[in-house]
């Protein structure tokens, strides 16, 4: 009988379904993983943007935590947003001497520019999220904002990358999506940039996919990493994987709803 890794979200709800934890157990469902969630935040929103957000009190938090904790044996899991300094050291404290890889996308802004992270939350996430992470998965702006360094060539992103890693990250991916003309990415092609301690930053290119319907796609591509990982992929091959299937669901997006749509999920499915 096929077995399905157990792979945790933690991260917020996103009640128009393309990106939060919505995203994530439709990409873990898709990819053969059994998805569980902790939500850190609910948000009201939709294909035009955010317009609330209502996060629990950190000890409901801890309880969602260690009742996924004690009842599954988790192969992997992500974070997503995390919303303020309370509810990140929350979380790493109840992760912190886990026995499975953890991927940590640092969301800090929604697809329609709506702040997703408390001031407070921005030090925490730089002095405390990152050092859990086996994985950190910025994109541009976010890589900026937590290494301190404008990234506007190779080097810089270099420098960037050495940061983060400084700060503890086990690996970074540095996304390619906020990239135009720099570090390898353009109009057709698109470069994700994985920086391991002690080796230059690795280029992983594909074709960049013309669509207006990208809501999710970070946390997307994170699950997908998390889901990879969980079932005994190594990183390189995970963060490949991962990016293959983003690519097959923004080929496939469409709009359900006003505004910007989502990432297909289903898409391997229909593919077939």
């Given at each position: 009988?096929?077995?399905?890794?157990?792979?945790?979200?933690?991260?917020?709800?996103?009640?128009?379904?393309?990106?939060?934890?919505?995203?994530?157990?439709?990409?873990?469902?898709v990819l053969?993983?059994?998805?569980?969630?902790?939500?850190?935040?609910?948000?009201?929103?939709?294909?035009?943007?955010?317009?609330?957000?209502?996060?629990?009190d950190t000890?409901?938090?801890?309880?969602?935590?260690?009742?996924?904790?004690?009842?599954?044996?988790?192969?992997?899991?992500?974070?997503?947003?995390?919303?303020?300094?309370?509810?990140?050291?929350?979380?790493?404290?109840?992760?912190?001497?886990?026995?499975?890889?953890?991927?940590?996308?640092?969301?800090?802004?929604?697809?329609?520019?709506?702040?997703?992270?408390?001031?407070?939350?921005?030090?925490?996430?730089?002095?405390?999220?990152?050092?859990?992470?086996?994985?950190?998965?910025?994109?541009?702006?976010?890589?900026?904002?937590?290494?301190?360094?404008?990234?506007?060539?190779?080097?810089?992103?270099?420098?960037?990358?050495?940061?983060?890693?400084?700060?503890?990250?086990?690996?970074?991916?540095?996304?390619?999506?906020?990239?135009?003309?720099?570090?390898?990415s353009d109009?057709?092609?698109?470069?994700?940039?994985?920086?391991?301690?002690?080796?230059?930053?690795?280029?992983?290119?594909?074709?960049?996919?013309?669509?207006?319907?990208?809501?999710?796609?970070?946390?997307?591509?994170?699950?997908?990493?998390?889901?990879?990982?969980?079932?005994?992929?190594?990183?390189?091959?995970?963060?490949?994987?991962?990016?293959?299937?983003?690519?097959?669901?923004?080929?496939?997006?469409?709009?359900?709803?006003?505004?910007?749509?989502?990432?297909?999920?289903?898409?391997?499915?229909?593919?077939?």
């Amino acid at each position: 009988m096929r077995t399905h890794p157990c792979i945790l979200t933690v991260a917020g709800s996103d009640s128009g379904g393309g990106a939060g934890i919505q995203a994530d157990l439709k990409t873990m469902t898709v990819l053969g993983g059994f998805g569980m969630s902790v939500i850190t935040a609910l948000t009201a929103q939709n294909g035009l943007g955010v317009t609330g957000i209502h996060a629990p009190d950190t000890g409901f938090l801890r309880t969602q935590l260690r009742a996924v904790l004690d009842g599954f044996p988790v192969r992997a899991a992500k974070t997503g947003m995390l919303f303020s300094a309370p509810i990140i050291e929350t979380v790493c404290a109840e992760l912190h001497d886990r026995p499975f890889p953890l991927v940590v996308d640092p969301v800090c802004v929604s697809q329609s520019g709506h702040k997703l992270l408390r001031d407070d939350a921005v030090a925490a996430l730089r002095e405390v999220m990152i050092r859990e992470a086996d994985l950190l998965t910025p994109n541009k702006p976010e890589a900026e904002l937590l290494s301190g360094v404008e990234i506007r060539s190779l080097d810089d992103l270099r420098s960037a990358a050495k940061t983060l890693l400084d700060l503890g990250a086990r690996a970074v991916l540095i996304k390619g999506g906020h990239f135009d003309g720099e570090a390898g990415s353009d109009k057709t092609t698109l470069t994700d940039w994985l920086a391991l301690p002690g080796q230059d930053v690795m280029a992983l290119s594909h074709p960049r996919v013309d669509t207006i319907n990208n809501h999710g796609t970070g946390c997307t591509l994170s699950a997908a990493i998390a889901t990879f990982l969980g079932q005994g992929l190594d990183l390189a091959d995970a963060v490949r994987r991962a990016q293959a299937y983003l690519d097959i669901c923004l080929k496939h997006s469409y709009t359900p709803g006003k505004g910007v749509g989502p990432v297909n999920h289903a898409a391997p499915w229909e593919a077939d």
